[in-house]
């Protein structure tokens, strides 16, 4: 059996809407699943506070008919400056992975993106999260840069992040690329 088959199904779907301070303790604890070092609620809405930020969040919806409640799935924030972004963190819950929800993350953030004139994403993964890198590259991210011993783990030990960029062919201020 692939990893495909094995990947829980949503038999309502995958719905994305913006991520603001009421979905912060959700999106944390989200956070707090995926990372070593996770952004408390307060730092998150300290994050969406910052000009030129946003969000999505990732959910299956529930069903009230048969009394199932919303499952957060996972969630993207961003920050923009001028006609450039930066994803600032990206997680998807693990019983969601393979499941189409960080596409669907990206997928939201790019056209948010294009409808605001950024003409460019930048992103910052360490080097040994080679699921992240697989998916930033099918969705045409390319490795601009290296930053040495970058993530420093529990363990003690270090390891770089590459910094990757997409270009969304936007290029509001008219410098050349």
């Not at 990372?35 to 408390?40: L, N, R, V």
């Given at each position: 059996m692939s990893s495909e088959s094995r990947?829980?199904?949503?038999?309502?779907?995958?719905?994305?809407?913006?991520?603001?301070?009421a979905f912060c303790a959700v999106a944390s604890a989200l956070h707090t699943d995926g990372?070593?070092?996770?952004?408390?609620e307060d730092e998150m809405i300290a994050l969406l506070d910052v000009p030129g930020s946003f969000g999505?969040?990732?959910f299956a919806p529930g069903n009230d008919a048969?009394?199932?409640l919303d499952i957060p799935l996972g969630f993207i924030q961003m920050q923009t400056v001028l006609d450039e972004a930066e994803i600032n963190t990206?997680?998807?819950?693990?019983?969601?992975?393979?499941c189409g929800v960080a596409r669907k993350l990206l997928s939201a953030t790019f056209d948010r993106l294009r409808e605001t004139?950024?003409?460019?994403?930048?992103?910052?993964?360490?080097?040994?999260n080679t699921s992240a890198i697989a998916l930033y590259r099918h969705n045409g991210f390319v490795e601009i840069g290296r930053r040495k011993q970058y993530y420093r783990r529990k363990s003690g030990?270090?390891?770089?992040?590459?910094?990757?960029?997409?270009?969304?062919?936007?290029?509001v201020l008219g410098w050349d690329r």
């Open positions: 990947a829980p199904k949503f038999a309502n779907g995958i719905e994305i809407v913006p991520l603001t301070a990372f070593e070092d996770h952004w408390s999505f969040l990732a048969e009394n199932q990206i997680v998807v819950a693990k019983q969601a992975r393979k004139g950024i003409g460019r994403v930048l992103l910052e993964v360490a080097d040994d030990r270090s390891v770089d992040a590459l910094v990757m960029e997409r270009d969304l062919g936007l290029c």
